[in-house]
């Protein structure tokens, strides 16, 4: 054949014996690919009508791009109308656009290109090479589109074509004896320059006549010097033998033609030149030759300058430049404050906590403990500081590390408050549900296309690690819930802060349930995620301080409060504070101290002595109804020598330190008196300078210690 460009025609399972001077169109896809390559266009789009020999061209050009590096964006087809397939092409932004088609379809395809502005600087079109002269001026009549020739011309000005080269480039002389030019002269002569239908394959054809007329040349001297007995005047086609011989002088024919070098594939297909041609004011001019036979060679050569109409090559596609979405700025501020104010909150109780580590209330509430909570809270309003800076602040490099360091602060500071909130639950738990223990206790360009891009951390088996990581965390919220549940009774309020564990956890665990699928599906959103997170963060960690430390502030400062009224009252009933100093001063001598601790047991013996002998007086008066006057004079006696012993002491006791006890008696109708109203106190601090002295009375115990110029009353 020397028209058939179907590549259906190159099966060798069907069409045997079938050779072909003019190139299959699949053939011209090899040159399309290297002139895409030149000019490093590796993102294309195809279009095709569903009609051989398109659709196979189209397929194979498909399935062999990846091979030389080109990516489809898109591959659209249309057996009628292609409207709709031309703006498929441009919404998913292909500008490098290989088409199959026939003319008539050609003209609606342009007017649509036309009409969508794809055409001029930015797209590139690649057609088939087969059509007729000033194929755009059609018959408007049988093309449904409506757009002028001269918008059509606008439209098609600069495409290119991949077509069958009919000439030899260097124009020698073939087999025939003639040059291509000096064949179109013929030809045109012949044809009276009329524009027939296919005289682009007028070459091919002659040339098919010449290799028919070499394959029987080079069969018959085969026949003659294998001496077969055979002449080509015996052919007959039942004749099988000399079909094969046919087919092989056939297949390795090779001569010069007038459409260039002639020669065949495996498939029979011609191995021939391949022109690309550009439409330059109205006429298709050759730029390029693609040679397939130069293996290992330069395998397109160029001969014409290209007219860019943007004077440079175009883009594959749109430039692509990549927008990273940053955490807004403000917020980044907004929660870094609030981060601030939590770590200065976290501070100041970190303050407290150490500066009243000794005080009852404190001390029994593990103040070691309290700062381990602390400590957790610090790093987790750090995470949030740490969670904001991204690529728009410090290096892309530099990203991970501060991914990493936000992971590692909010993770360990979990682990570090809630495990220390719930040690000291169990601590608590141990102590009152083991019996055994209670006794323990101890303290814009349109060519160009911005795409937002989003920066995640991530590793190989993150999902893994998280899950891993979630299900810890939520096992130690777990087991602080049982253990604030299994404490809710104990009434030890400086012990049990199970009431205050138990809302913590629930804050947690809503928190999480909301928070986390709102994070993963506005995953994207990075302001939302970082605001949601920094504020869930915040909220749990601020909440839990305050719920743990402020009651302990609260009963600190109650005490204070009650120890200032009453150092008020005392002062009213003039309780001179140098004059307990003076005394308190020979206090602080040991000696003393042993004298008044010896003095204080014996009159407590003395009393119970007196209470023991007025008890028996008491019955006997019962018992016999006598008065004092009828006792027996040795009982007499006895009671005297025992209220003279007990009036002696109480001498003593008062002679050595009588101010000190009418101080505290003063105190304590002062106490009783002025401060009736104050509520009962565990401490309260009132006079000054005293180490330590005890005084008993019959009903009441009064105690004075020192401790920084104050007074303890018990």
């Known amino acids: 054949s020397y028209s058939s460009a179907s590549p259906a025609l190159s099966n060798k399972v069907i069409y045997k014996r079938f050779f072909r001077v003019f190139p299959p169109e699949s053939s011209f896809n090899a040159a399309k690919f290297e002139f895409l390559n030149h000019f490093k266009w590796k993102k294309v789009g195809t279009l095709h009508e569903t009609k051989e020999p398109f659709a196979l061209t189209t397929t194979d050009f498909v399935n062999k791009a990846s091979q030389h590096g080109i990516q489809i964006l898109a591959s ?186 002639v020669l065949f594939d495996s498939n029979g297909d011609r191995r021939g030149l391949t022109q690309i041609e550009q439409l330059q004011n109205g006429l298709e001019t050759t730029v390029a030759i693609y040679n397939p036979r130069q293996q290992g060679k330069q395998t397109i050569r160029w001969y014409n300058k290209i007219n860019w109409i943007g004077d440079t090559p175009p883009s594959d596609s749109m430039k692509q430049k990549m927008v990273p979405r940053v955490i807004s700025f403000a917020l980044l501020l907004c929660m870094s404050a609030c981060a601030c104010l939590g770590i200065i909150l976290t501070i100041g109780f970190i303050i407290f906590n150490v500066k009243y580590r000794d005080h009852r209330f404190i001390k029994m509430s593990s103040p070691n403990l309290n700062n381990v909570i602390l400590a957790g809270a610090l790093l987790a309003f750090g995470s949030i500081i740490f969670g904001g800076i991204d690529i728009g602040l410090v290096e892309e490099h530099d990203v991970l590390l501060m991914c990493k360091i936000h992971i590692w602060l909010l993770a360990l500071g979990f682990s570090l408050a809630f495990g220390a909130m719930f040690s000291k639950t169990w601590r608590v738990h141990k102590i009152f549900t083991n019996k055994k223990m209670h006794r323990t206790l101890d303290p814009d360009d349109d060519n160009q296309m911005l795409i937002p891009q989003t920066l995640f951390c991530e590793s190989e088996h993150m999902w893994y690690f998280s899950g891993v990581l979630c299900a810890v965390k939520g096992i130690l919220l777990m087991f602080g819930a049982f253990l604030a549940y299994e404490t809710r009774k104990v009434r030890v309020p400086a012990l049990n802060d199970s009431k205050f564990i138990g809302i913590s956890v629930y804050n947690v665990v809503v928190l999480c349930m909301i928070g986390v699928p709102i994070v993963l599906i506005m995953k994207d959103k990075v302001d939302v995620t970082y605001a949601l997170i920094s504020t869930f963060t915040f909220f749990a960690t601020a909440t839990t301080l305050c719920l743990v430390f402020i009651p302990k502030i609260l009963n600190r400062n109650h005490e204070m409060h009650t120890g200032t009224i009453l150092t008020k009252a005392i002062q009213k009933h003039h309780i001179k504070r140098t004059t307990m100093r003076s005394l308190m001063k020979g206090a602080l001598d040991d000696a003393d101290r042993k004298q008044m601790i010896k003095m204080k047991e014996e009159l407590s013996n003395h009393k119970k002595q007196i209470q023991v002998q007025q008890r028996r007086i008491r019955d006997l008066e019962k018992e016999k109804g006598l008065d004092n006057n009828s006792l027996h004079p040795n009982h007499v006696a006895h009671i005297s020598s025992k209220s003279n012993r007990v009036s002696e002491c109480q001498q003593r006791l008062l002679d050595s330190h009588v101010t000190v006890n009418d101080a505290c008696s003063n105190e304590k109708q002062s106490t009783h008196s002025a401060a009736s109203d104050i509520p009962e106190v565990p401490h309260v601090n009132t006079c000054t300078g005293i180490t330590h002295l005890s005084v008993n009375t019959p009903d009441d115990d009064i105690e004075y210690k020192s401790n920084e110029n104050s007074i303890n009353v018990r």
């Open 76 to 261: 659209e087809s249309f057996a009628n109308d292609p409207r709709q397939q031309v703006r498929n092409l441009k919404k998913h932004g292909v500008r490098i656009i290989v088409g199959n088609f026939y003319e008539d379809k050609a003209r609606i395809i342009f007017c649509e290109a036309y009409k969508e502005k794809m055409y001029g600087s930015k797209y590139v079109w690649i057609i088939t090479g087969f059509y007729s002269r000033e194929w755009w001026k059609g018959n408007a009549d049988d093309d449904p589109h409506d757009c002028t020739t001269d918008q059509l011309e606008e439209a098609i000005n600069g495409y290119f074509t991949g077509d069958a080269m009919p000439k030899s480039p260097e124009n020698t002389r073939g087999i025939s004896g003639k040059t291509y030019e000096e064949f179109i002269a013929e030809y045109n002569n012949f044809t009276a320059n009329a524009s027939l239908t296919g005289h682009q394959e007028a070459p091919y054809g002659y040339d098919s006549v010449w290799t028919v007329a070499y394959m029987l040349n080079r069969s018959l001297e085969f026949m003659t010097k294998s001496k077969w007995g055979k002449r080509l005047e015996d052919f007959e086609y039942r004749d099988k033998r000399m079909g094969d011989v046919f087919f092989r002088m056939m297949a390795n024919t090779f001569f010069e033609g007038v459409s260039g070098p």
